[in-house]
């Protein structure tokens, strides 16, 4: 069992930055595929950021070059630093992790191939 618990989100202003936390416990966190997805009010979760064990990420269009993923392995805890946001990415954001394989990374965008999730965090951008 990998318990996931996120921190940071709140309330800022288009332009701010912003980093969320996602810290592990009971497992390894390099061991897990880590993604990380968000749910706009009244729209469907989305993926935002998929980083395999190997090092491998990647990110939605959305957030190309304005968000970016790190594992601190020490901490076994997970970041995504936000820069540059807009009233568009406010959002619920999760962190989600996953022990299985898949060969390609598309598949790790899918919220199916998780199997552990955060509680969630909530990140809001006002204009």
């Known amino acids: 069992q990998v318990q996931l618990v996120q921190s940071g989100g709140g309330l800022v202003q288009a332009g701010d930055s912003l980093r969320l936390s996602c810290a592990a416990s009971g497992r390894d966190i390099r061991n897990y595929v880590i993604g990380w997805f968000r749910q706009a009010p009244g729209k469907e979760r989305e993926p935002v950021v998929a980083?395999?064990?190997?090092?491998?990420?990647w990110y939605a269009d959305f957030v190309k070059g304005r968000f970016t993923f790190s594992r601190d392995k020490a901490e076994s805890t997970v970041h995504l630093q936000m820069h540059s946001l807009k009233p568009e990415d406010t959002a619920d954001y999760y962190c989600?992790?996953?022990?299985?394989?898949?060969?390609?990374?598309?598949?790790?965008?899918?919220?199916?191939?998780?199997?552990?999730w955060g509680q969630g965090t909530r990140v809001t951008v006002s204009s």
């Open positions: 989600a992790a996953t022990s299985r394989y898949y060969s390609m990374m598309e598949d790790y965008t899918s919220m199916g191939a998780y199997n552990y």
């Open positions: 980083s395999t064990t190997g090092g491998s990420i």
